[in-house]
C-alpha cells in the first residue's frame, strides 16, 4: 500500500492555498524542514516569517497579522506550539476569535525515536477547551490536504494536528467532502460503533475487518473534526448499534474519547470503551513499537469491542 | 509646537486625567497610578502623531496602537471618548456586566482598540505582527505599542525586541511608560532591569528617551523618529507613577491602592484647583 505522512499533505495543500489566496502567510518557530512547510517557503519567500525558535512570538506574530487582514499558519510540532505558546494561543487568538490556523505535526507518540519531549499526547484536549477554537486531526495524507484548505475556508481561530509517520492511505483523492462538525462514515455496521481519529483510523478499519469474521459488524467513522463533534451522527450511529469504542493516539484524558463519552452520557448512555494512551508519558522507539507497547493497535479496539458488544444496550 | 497647541494638549491631558480618576473611582477600582502616569503620552500619540478616524474605527489606513500595559486602560478609554470613538457616558460603566468598556481592553468590544490586552508582555508580539502585515501591503500605516517597563520581566517580551530588530520593521515604534513601579514595589527591588537604553541599543533598535510627561521633549523625540530609517524605534518614556496627584507622587500612597469614593474626590479637587491656578485664571487674563 502506497504510504505517506500527514504533515506531507499539509505541505502540499498549504503551497496549494498559497496560490489560491494572495493573504495566506506562514509564520515558522524554525522548523519548516519538519513540518513540511519549507515548499511554501520555497513558492512564495515573502509570505514567510521564520521568527526563530520562538513558539509565543510565532503565536503573537500570527495574532498581529490577523488583526491586519491576512490569514496565517502557524505551524511547529504540537508538543511546542501547543504547549509553550498556549497563553498567546488563548488570549491572543482563541479569545479574540481571530482568523489564525494553527497546525500541530508530529502530534502523538508515533513520532518515534526523539522520544517524550517531542511527542504529543494532550493537545487535543488543551486545544478543545478554548471557547472559539475548532479543532482537527488528520488521518491520512489527503485528509490532511483536505483539511489545510479547509482550515483556510473557515473562519476563526483552528487547530490541526497531522503526523510525522508515512500511513496508509484511506481515502481517494477526488474525496473532498469534509465539513466542521461532521465525521466520516468509513465502513457501515450495527454491532459496534468504532469513533476513530489520527492514526486510529487505520487501526480501527482493520478491527472491523477481524470483527466482521467474529460476526460482529463494526460501523467506523472517522471523527477528524473534533470540535465541533459531529454529535448528530454518533449518536444516530449508536442508537443502531447500542455500544462504542473510542479510539485515539492522544492520552484518555480530554480527547475525542472524552467527547464522545459525554455526548453519550447526557443524550444516550451506552457501554463504551476508550482506547488511547492510559495517562502516561511515552518513551523513545519505532513508531510501530510504540504503537504496540502503549496499547493503540487494532487488538486494543478488537478487544474493547468485543466487551461492550457483550454488554450493548438493546 | 506653538505656545497655544501646547497649552491645548496639555488642558487635554488635564481633563482626560480628571476623566480617568472618574472613571476608577466610580468602578471603585485600582490601577489609578499607572493609568496617570501614560497620560500625555496618549494624548500626544492621539492628537499629534497618530492618523485614526473615530467615525470608522477599522479604517484600514490607520495607524494602529496596541496597548500592552492593558490594566492602565482607563487613560486608554478617556482619551478615545474624548476623541469621539464613543460616548463618554460610557465611561462611568467600566468594569461593569456587560459594558463596553472592560477591565482589560477587548479587541472588537470597545471602538477604537486594535488588540485585545491585559496579560503582560503580549502587546510588543503583536505589533511586530501588525508592522510585518502592513509592510507585506506596502500599507503607509505605523504600528505603536505602548508598554509598562515591568513587562521587560516577561522573557517573550524580548522574543519581540529580537524579531523588530532583525525584520528591520522602521514602521514599528514601542514607548515604555517607565514609571519604576510594578504590583509589589519598585522595579529595581524584584528584578532589577536596567541599563534598559544599553540592552536595547545592543537589540538593535533605536533608542530615545524624554520625559513622558513633557509634551515638548514628546515632541522632540517624535519628530526624530519620523526621520529615522532601517530599524525599530524605542522611547524610554521617565514618567511618575500617579503624575498629578500629590499624594501618590510623595509615596503617601500605594499607586496600586484602590479608589474610593472619597479618594477620587480628594483628587478630583486637587485637579480642579490646578486647573484654575493654570488655565482659567490664564485664560482670564489674555482675555
Not at chain 2, 521587560?152 to 511608560?177: C, P, R
Request: hydrophobic fraction near 40%; glycine fraction near 10%.
Amino acid at each position: 500500500m502506497d504510504k505517506k505522512s500527514s504533515r506531507d499533505g499539509f505541505g502540499k495543500a498549504l503551497c496549494e492555498l498559497g496560490r489560491l489566496r494572495e493573504d495566506v502567510v506562514v509564520v515558522d518557530a524554525d522548523v519548516a524542514t519538519s513540518t513540511r512547510t519549507e515548499g511554501f517557503r520555497r513558492a512564495f519567500n515573502k509570505r514567510f516569517f521564520n521568527v526563530g525558535i520562538a513558539e509565543q512570538e510565532a503565536v503573537l506574530v500570527a495574532s498581529g497579522m490577523a488583526l491586519c487582514g491576512e490569514l496565517p499558519f502557524v505551524s511547529s510540532f504540537a508538543a511546542f506550539l501547543t504547549t509553550r505558546a498556549y497563553e498567546q494561543i488563548r488570549t491572543c487568538v482563541a479569545m479574540p476569535n481571530l482568523n489564525v490556523k494553527l497546525v500541530g505535526t508530529h502530534g502523538g507518540i508515533t513520532v518515534g525515536e526523539d522520544g517524550v519531549t517531542h511527542q504529543m499526547t494532550e493537545d487535543i484536549a488543551l486545544m478543545r477547551s478554548l471557547p472559539n477554537m475548532k479543532v482537527f486531526v488528520a488521518s491520512d495524507f489527503h485528509s490532511a490536504a483536505v483539511l489545510t484548505l479547509l482550515l483556510g475556508e473557515i473562519q476563526g481561530p483552528a487547530y490541526l494536528r497531522v503526523g510525522r509517520e508515512p500511513t496508509p492511505e484511506i481515502y481517494k483523492e477526488d474525496d473532498k467532502d469534509f465539513h466542521p462538525g461532521a465525521a466520516k462514515l468509513l465502513r457501515p455496521g450495527d454491532g459496534v460503533t468504532i469513533c476513530a481519529c489520527g492514526i486510529m483510523v487505520h487501526e480501527a478499519l482493520k478491527a472491523a475487518a477481524i470483527l466482521g469474521r467474529q460476526g460482529i459488524n463494526a460501523e467506523v467513522l472517522d471523527c477528524y473534526c473534533i470540535k465541533p463533534l459531529a454529535v448528530q451522527q454518533i449518536l444516530a450511529s449508536i442508537r443502531r448499534t447500542g455500544c462504542c469504542v473510542v479510539a485515539e493516539e492522544h492520552n484518555v484524558i480530554g480527547g475525542l474519547g472524552e467527547a464522545v463519552a459525554r455526548v453519550i452520557s447526557e443524550e444516550y448512555p451506552v457501554p463504551i470503551r476508550l482506547v488511547g494512551v492510559a495517562d502516561r508519558y511515552g518513551q523513545s522507539g519505532t513508531a510501530r513499537e510504540l504503537q504496540e507497547y502503549y496499547g493503540l493497535t487494532y487488538r486494543e479496539i478488537v478487544g474493547a469491542s468485543a466487551q461492550v458488544w457483550a454488554l450493548r444496550r438493546r | 509646537m506653538d505656545k497655544d497647541r501646547e497649552k491645548f494638549l496639555a488642558k487635554t491631558a488635564l481633563e482626560v486625567r480628571k476623566d480617568v480618576v472618574r472613571t476608577i473611582g466610580v468602578a471603585n477600582a485600582n490601577h489609578l497610578a499607572s493609568s496617570l502616569s501614560v497620560v500625555e503620552i496618549l494624548v500626544y500619540l492621539y492628537w499629534e502623531v497618530m492618523r485614526v478616524d473615530p467615525q470608522r474605527p477599522n479604517w484600514e489606513g490607520r495607524d494602529r496602537l496596541v496597548f500592552s500595559k492593558g490594566h492602565a486602560c482607563p487613560a486608554l478609554y478617556a482619551v478615545l471618548a474624548r476623541l469621539g470613538f464613543f460616548d463618554r457616558e460610557e465611561l462611568w460603566s467600566y468594569r461593569r456586566l456587560g459594558s463596553m468598556l472592560q477591565g482589560h481592553p477587548e479587541y472588537r468590544r470597545t471602538p477604537g482598540i486594535d488588540a485585545s490586552s491585559g496579560s503582560l508582555g503580549m502587546g510588543l508580539g503583536i505589533a511586530v505582527g501588525m508592522a510585518l502585515s502592513l509592510r507585506l501591503r506596502k500599507s503607509a500605516s505605523k504600528v505603536y505599542c505602548l508598554l509598562g517597563d515591568g513587562e521587560f520581566q516577561e522573557g517573550v517580551v524580548w522574543e519581540s525586541i529580537m524579531n523588530a530588530s532583525h525584520y528591520k520593521l522602521d514602521n514599528l515604534t514601542a514607548i515604555v511608560d517607565v514609571n519604576g513601579c510594578q504590583m509589589e514595589g519598585r522595579i529595581e527591588n524584584i528584578s532589577n532591569l536596567e541599563p534598559m537604553e544599553e540592552k536595547l541599543e545592543a537589540f538593535g533598535w533605536k533608542v530615545l528617551s524624554c520625559d513622558g510627561h513633557d509634551l515638548k521633549e514628546l515632541e522632540k523625540v517624535f519628530t526624530e523618529i519620523n526621520m529615522h530609517k532601517g530599524s525599530p524605534t524605542i522611547i524610554l518614556a521617565r514618567t511618575r507613577p500617579g503624575k498629578g496627584l500629590k499624594k501618590i507622587e510623595e509615596g503617601l500612597l500605594r499607586p496600586t491602592e484602590p479608589v474610593t469614593r472619597l479618594l477620587m474626590e480628594e483628587a478630583l479637587r486637587e485637579l480642579e484647583a490646578f486647573d484654575k491656578a493654570y488655565f482659567q485664571e490664564g485664560e482670564e487674563q489674555s482675555g
